[in-house]
């Protein structure tokens, strides 16, 4: 390969990093063509982006993005696999529903999701459970939602209660 085609391939991991902002690295080696096969159209389909490259041009991708990627490049051992994701769930949910169909791979390598890294196959569930920046802004609007509406309720049920007691005060005289 001439070093004009590795630049341009590590260029291309430099844009998706910049595009996508979460992304995993997997082990897919040893699948046969039809699991393969299932593997790319499952990604597509859930807007996930599969590329094979060689350890070396991920590495230097890392450094040439200016994120503190350090860790993941102890990860880079044997054949890897990037998953780029909009979702910071989606490349776990499909490593797990491959799972469930039985296929000893994808491994998860490590993942970079939400300016956080995270090492080994182990922290799969951990990856799955994450929420979107956008469901936590909701959680919070919620929680904050919660005592107000509590107290307009008990506003609500008081607003009875202090009309009868003033229609009784007011049948007394």
């Known amino acids: ?18 595009t996508y902002s979460h992304f995993y690295l997997t082990d ?7 699991a393969t096969t ?3 159209r499952t ?12 350890n070396t041009l991920i590495e230097k991708a890392f450094e040439k993005s200016g994120k503190n990627l350090s860790e993941l490049t102890s990860v880079l051992k044997g054949s890897t696999s990037i998953m780029f994701s909009q979702s910071p769930t989606a490349p776990a949910k499909l490593i797990k529903e491959m799972r469930r169909k039985r296929l000893p791979k994808p491994i998860l390598k490590g993942a970079f999701v939400q ?19 956008d469901e ?14 509590n107290v307009m309720s008990a506003l609500e049920s ?16």
């Open 1 to 18: 390969m001439t070093r004009d085609k590795k630049d341009l391939i590590i260029n291309d991991i430099v844009d998706k990093m910049n």
């Open 38 to 40: 299932a593997l790319r």
């Open 28 to 34: 897919v080696a040893d699948l046969n063509a039809a």
């Open 115 to 133: 300016e956080s890294v995270y090492i080994g196959d182990n922290q799969l569930d951990n990856l799955v459970a994450v929420k979107s920046r």
């Open 43 to 54: 990604c597509f389909k859930s807007d996930i982006i599969l590329m094979s490259v060689k």
């Open 158 to 173: 008081g607003k009875n209660t202090i009309h009868g007691v003033l229609t009784t005060l007011s049948e007394r005289e």
């Open 136 to 149: 936590m802004i909701a959680d919070v609007i919620l929680m904050l939602k919660s005592p107000m509406n």
